[in-house]
């Protein structure tokens, strides 16, 4: 890539006035560095993950909605994670989280537990709780 | 308390941190140089492992292995710790810097507060380090950053024990020991052939033949998993290739940039003209990357497209193939 083919794409960066440094060769075909406020290509691939994971919050808010799973579900997926992450967020067997995915389950858990649950989603107990989905 | 650390960025995060820490404990060696030394280019394809919903893909060694080399190489000592308990990190963190040593932390993506919000996702492999603690906040130098910046002391604590794969438990690394006079040529020798054996090894999902093994699945990807699914992989494997602290393209560029350095030292002009080949497989990179997002964006149907961009990708492994089988030669 040559020093003037560095991109400087506006971007996820650039909102937040964050430019990235990259190697490049100047005009005598010497490296160098410059720096990039963003690249189309990675932009795309980033935007793409980020409306996947704001299709699997809305799923999970219609499943607590109807019933299907608990909360925790849903704040899972708000806090970009998988059951892998959380299990090991909250020190348990991906069963046991699976478990109490069950809205049932959910409904008799101890404080105790919840408390673990709602500190790896960084909000309170009665967040968890009282999710109501509007 | 402060240490006298300059802060310099970098595009990757761990040959960053490296480089920055080196520096300052007087031994001037530039980011390319760090990568080159400590072999961080690589390419493995772990199928049957899901990150972020999609199989992984990894353009870079296992975390801290960059360092460990690197050290390993020059005859350095690094001290590295990981804690059980969150109180012990702490002190540790606060003696070092108590007794002006900067640190370098593994820590997770996710809570680092600077970050935009869609760069905050749950990656455990980044390095930054810490060069200073006042009332509130602990003074951060995160080498891909422009400039230095705060966290506070619970969002530290926080990052330091992030969870999941590769948690970082606390991890906290640092010079104790750089000897005089260092061995660069030896090392540079001994860097370029571990990446040629990375990347030329006989096995099908690492390096060149893990290049086409990849290519080989992407063909199928929209037939087997229907072409929302494959258009989420790809999308998947574009980020973790040209995303901040991963490479494709950028990973190339980098290292075409250590042939260059690496061929004034050992006095081998032979690299100079490798390093100029690394830049056309770089930019062959970029294009992949380039046509890999026309096909998410348009969310385009054809299964041709998907045989377009494997072609592609096969192009550029045949083509680095043949680079580290001449690399090979020129350093014997």
């Not at chain 2, 830049?279 to 997002?293: C, K, M, N, P």
Request: include cysteine; aromatic fraction near 10%; charged fraction near 25%.
């Amino acid at each position: 890539m040559k020093q003037e083919e560095v991109p400087q794409d506006k971007g996820n960066l650039s909102n937040k006035n964050m430019k990235e440094l990259v190697y490049a060769t100047d005009e005598k075909g010497n490296y160098t560095t410059a720096l990039s406020t963003g690249w189309e290509p990675k932009t795309i691939a980033l935007t793409n993950s980020i409306d996947e994971i704001s299709e699997r919050i809305a799923i999970a808010k219609e499943q607590v909605k109807n019933n299907e799973v608990s909360p925790i579900c849903y704040f899972m997926e708000v806090s970009r994670m998988d059951i892998g992450v959380l299990a090991s967020y909250v020190g348990m067997w991906q069963w046991r989280v699976k478990r109490h995915f069950k809205p049932k389950v959910f409904a008799g858990l101890s404080d105790t537990i919840l408390k673990k649950y709602a500190e790896s989603f960084n909000i309170s107990i009665e967040e968890l709780k009282n999710f109501k989905t509007k | 308390m402060e240490t006298n650390f300059t802060h310099h960025q970098s595009a990757h995060c761990e040959n960053g941190v490296a480089s920055n820490l080196l520096k300052h404990n007087g031994l001037n060696i530039s980011e390319p140089m760090v990568f080159g030394i400590g072999s961080g280019l690589f390419f493995v394809y772990l199928p049957f492992l899901k990150v972020n919903y999609a199989p992984a893909i990894s353009y870079r060694p296992m975390p801290g292995q960059i360092f460990n080399k690197l050290a390993n190489r020059l005859g350095l000592k690094i001290k590295r710790q990981k804690f059980s308990s969150e109180a012990n990190a702490i002190k540790a963190l606060d003696e070092n810097l108590k007794n002006n040593i900067p640190s370098g932390l593994q820590v997770g993506v996710y809570n680092l507060t600077y970050f935009p919000d869609e760069y905050r996702f749950h990656f455990n492999a980044h390095n930054l380090v810490v060069y200073g603690k006042t009332e509130t906040d602990y003074l951060i130098s995160d080498p891909v950053m422009e400039n230095v910046t705060t966290l506070t002391h619970d969002e530290l604590n926080k990052v330091r024990f992030a969870k999941g794969a590769f948690a970082p438990r606390g991890q906290m690394y640092y010079p104790i020991q750089i000897p005089q006079n260092v061995d660069l040529k030896g090392a540079i020798v001994k860097g370029i052939k571990n990446t040629c054996r990375d990347m030329l090894a006989p096995m099908p999902i690492i390096g060149v033949r893990g290049i086409r093994f990849v290519a080989k699945q992407i063909r199928k990807w929209p037939v087997k998993n229907g072409t929302k699914k494959a258009n989420h992989y790809l999308a998947q494997m574009v980020r973790m290739q040209e995303e901040i602290g991963t490479g494709g393209g950028g990973f190339r560029f980098i290292y075409a940039a250590f042939l260059e350095e690496a061929s004034v030292i050992l006095e081998n002009s032979e690299l100079k003209i490798l390093s100029q080949e690394m830049t056309a497989i770089g930019d062959l990179w970029r294009d992949f990357a380039v046509e890999a997002s026309r096909i998410y964006k348009n969310r385009s149907t054809k299964e041709d497209a998907y045989n377009t961009i494997a072609d592609e990708l096969l192009a550029i492994a045949d083509k680095e193939e043949v680079f580290f089988k001449k690399l090979k030669q020129a350093i014997r």
